[in-house]
């Protein structure tokens, strides 16, 4: 009887251990990221927090407030992040195709190793400007839900679109692309 009554108690435990599993997946699946990400598909321009962070890429450090008259492209990674791997080479081109056009893609990283970031760059060879937020001190004022999040923000620094996940489908470019059109011409 006591077997049976720990066997049952098992079963009982391991089944509410798939049931918060399942729950944290649907959770994740179904994040439309923070409140700029939900103003922003809500039409709304928030005003982007800014920050002024070490830059990995230079010497120095970068506040995100002096790029106004720029789009922004503003990536949030980081090296251990699949699918941030998956998008980088994307994020590359995007950058070395409108750069010339007052197109600035920053790529943010946090919760993550200096020397992980350095080498993440240095192996998708990326030149765009790169910041350092090892302990992600930054990411909670922007509402990022996960890694990756893309936000796209116009010449004044406010929220034109963001995009949650990866930037790697097709749909998910070409949304980019118009968001980056869009803050182009505000």
């Given at each position: ?14 089944g ?10 649907w959770s ?12 922003a598909a ?30 922004v492209v ?30 600035v ?6 919760k993550?190793?200096r ?10 060879d ?9 302990p ?8 990022v ?7 796209v ?16 489908a097709?749909a ?14 505000s």
């Amino acid at each position: 009887m006591a077997r049976r009554a720990k066997l049952a108690g098992q079963g009982v435990a391991i089944g509410l251990v798939v049931l918060l599993f399942a729950l944290l997946a649907w959770s994740l699946a179904s994040s439309e990221g923070g409140d700029l990400a939900s103003a922003a598909a809500r039409g709304d321009r928030p005003q982007a927090p800014d920050f002024t962070l070490e830059r990995l890429d230079a010497d120095g450090e970068l506040t995100l407030s002096s790029l106004r008259g720029k789009a922004v492209v503003l990536n949030v990674w980081a090296s251990w992040c699949i699918p941030c791997k998956e998008e980088a080479p994307y994020l590359e081109r995007l950058w070395r195709e409108n750069r010339g056009r007052g197109v600035v893609v920053v790529g943010l990283d946090a919760k993550d190793f200096r020397k992980d970031a350095l080498a993440f760059a240095e192996r998708f060879d990326l030149t765009f400007p790169l910041v350092y937020d090892g302990p992600g001190e930054t990411l909670a004022r922007f509402g990022v839900t996960g890694f990756p999040e893309t936000f796209v923000l116009d010449r004044d620094g406010r929220v034109v679109d963001v995009l949650v996940g990866a930037v790697n489908a097709d749909a998910d470019r070409a949304r980019l692309e118009r968001a980056v059109e869009r803050a182009l011409a505000s």
